[in-house]
């Protein structure tokens, strides 16, 4: 596609249930990643996936998330049994290699999830 | 911890004037990134300055850094209403296997008419 798409845009959920939330990331692009903003806050890296090569999960916050990418290209963020505290913007971004070599990071519009 | 901290948090100029934000950093750092934001959603890339580079441009921002401060400054000219966003400075951290792109909290300019 054009951008990173991701899906859904919004969702609100029961605390206690769980949410996956899907990106697409621009084809081609053989790393991915996603972040996690907070109102009124920075980016907090959550995973990151480059081609083949075992992913980075040093930033997810608890074993209640996960996430893989099927086949190299889409992924999916889930969450299970939801909390208050995991209402946040969800962002997925892709880049054609590593970030450090230069190569521009395209962002998704984020998924915004609200637990209640 | 926060890799990248944005000065100021917040910045009000009129329209016409320039606007600097700031971005201070901790550790060594392959590259260091501005995007900016609209409205909480996706970020969008608008420059990328190496460790080995003083300073950049693009259009009307200039970007510099100063490895040895562990600093850098986003310089937009003659802002406009349009320029009205959060702005985020983002290091990528040098070494290693994997690749980590740290953000900031950013800085909310508006740029009234």
């Known amino acids: 596609g054009a951008g990173v798409s991701q899906s859904p845009s919004n969702k609100v959920t029961e605390k206690g249930k769980d949410v996956e939330l899907r990106c697409d990331p621009i084809?081609?692009?053989?790393?991915l990643y996603w972040y996690r903003q907070s109102l009124g806050q920075g980016l907090e890296f959550l995973i990151y996936?480059?081609?083949?090569?075992?992913?980075?999960k040093s930033g997810l916050p608890s074993d209640r998330f996960s996430a893989e990418r099927t086949g190299g290209s889409v992924s999916t963020l889930t969450i299970q049994r939801t909390q208050q505290e995991d209402s946040a913007v969800y962002l997925c971004?892709?880049?054609?290699?590593?970030?450090?070599?230069?190569?521009?990071?395209?962002f998704g519009e984020g998924s915004w999830l609200t637990v209640v | 911890s926060q890799q990248g901290e944005e000065d100021p948090q917040a910045l009000s100029i009129q329209e016409g004037e320039n606007a600097t934000m700031n971005c201070s950093y901790k550790?060594?750092?392959?590259?260091l990134q501005w995007y900016r934001q609209n409205s909480g959603r996706g970020l969008v890339h608008l420059i990328l300055?190496?460790?080995?580079?003083r300073e950049k441009h693009s259009g009307r921002l200039r970007v510099t850094l100063d490895t040895s401060k562990k600093s850098s400054s986003l310089l937009i000219t003659a802002s406009r209403a349009a320029d009205t966003a959060s702005y985020f400075c983002?290091?990528?951290?040098?070494?290693?296997?994997?690749?980590?792109?740290?953000f900031g909290k950013g800085t909310l300019l508006t740029v009234n008419p």
């Open positions: 084809s081609g692009h053989t790393a």
């Open positions: 550790t060594s750092i392959n590259n």
């Open positions: 983002a290091t990528a951290t040098s070494g290693g296997s994997n690749y980590k792109l740290t």
């Open positions: 996936f480059q081609g083949n090569s075992a992913p980075d």
């Open positions: 971004a892709s880049s054609l290699a590593r970030g450090y070599s230069g190569n521009t990071i395209y």
């Open positions: 300055i190496r460790s080995n580079e």
